[in-house]
């Protein structure tokens, strides 16, 4: 039960944060954040959706938030720290949504989680937020540890600040208003000759499969889809009823290129950026 000290009446406490971050496990640093939060409510529970963020990759970042947060119950605070700039004069920020709330570094993490980006297409630079938004910079040292370190704001600056939101404090109290946050572009599917569609790999998950740009609803059963100098012909349904090289939809509805029990990735030689071509009723 959360102390009663801790609560702002008319501003119900929470109890469910996440966490996104590139810090790995075989450090302590996602401990001693958690141990900060708990400090601060005892009551939390955790969710760590991952860790494994490769280094200060704010754009894998941002995918894997965009992709995962609409799963979890309304009200639930997500921390998610991929921070290259920390130090810096980037922002930290607050963003207040209809469902859910995010706490970090306002450096492209939180531009995607508006709506799915292969359907919103977000430029790069201040994104304005939606109706029903809300953000925060976060601004007030009563809120953080006493001590900032220029290294290490997940523990000093985010994770007071996402336990405190946790326990009632209201998202005004952390910050001052701002009208927009920090996006990342998001790659649009392209013409090509052909007549073709040109995409990319945007993400590659722990299996190796190739995940694109290119939504499903631009992608018919039947198209070829060349990538890393392979044509693969039609689409597989799942992954056990391809032998080979596969595409297919996933889980976010975006076009993918894997290998059943192996490794597309590591195959073709392909990562995030690796060019894929869609071309409809055949090759050229």
């Known amino acids: 039960m ?4 801790a609560t702002n009446p008319g501003y119900p406490p929470r109890d469910l944060v996440t966490l996104i971050t590139d810090f790995g496990t075989g450090d302590p640093y996602v401990g001693v954040m958690k141990g900060v939060m708990l400090s601060v409510a005892p009551w939390l529970r955790f969710v760590d959706i991952t860790h494994e963020v490769g280094p200060q990759n704010v754009r894998e970042g941002a995918f894997v938030l965009a992709t995962s947060w609409r799963y979890f119950p309304p009200g639930t605070v997500h921390l998610a720290v991929v921070d290259p700039g920390v130090g810096t004069e980037r922002r930290p920020i607050l963003l207040a949504g209809p469902e859910a709330f995010f706490v970090g570094p306002d450096n492209g993490l939180f531009g995607w989680v508006f709506g799915p980006p292969w359907e919103d297409h977000p430029e790069a630079g201040p994104r304005p937020l939606p109706e029903g ?3 925060f910079v976060l601004n007030q040292p009563r809120f953080w540890r ?7 704001h997940g523990r000093d600056i985010f994770g007071p600040a996402a336990a405190h939101l946790a326990a009632g404090v209201r ?9 927009a946050v920090t996006a990342l572009a998001w790659p649009r599917p392209i013409p090509a000759p052909g007549p073709a569609l040109r995409g990319e790999v945007v993400y590659v998950d722990r299996f190796g499969n190739l995940v694109t740009n290119i939504p499903a609803k631009l992608v018919s059963p039947s198209a070829w889809v060349e990538v890393a100098g392979r044509t693969i012909r039609g689409l597989s349904r799942t992954y056990a009823e391809a032998k080979e090289l596969a595409t297919l939809v996933n889980s976010f509805g975006l076009l993918e290129v894997a290998v059943p029990g192996g490794n597309a990735a590591a195959a073709l030689k392909a990562g995030p950026g690796t060019p894929v071509i ?3 009723g055949g090759g050229p």
């Open 2 to 5: 959360a102390p009663e000290q």
């Open 133 to 135: 938004w809300r953000a």
């Open 146 to 152: 006493p001590d900032i370190s220029r290294t290490f």
């Open 171 to 179: 998202p005004e109290e952390l910050g001052t208003p701002v009208g």
């Open 278 to 280: 869609v071309r409809e």
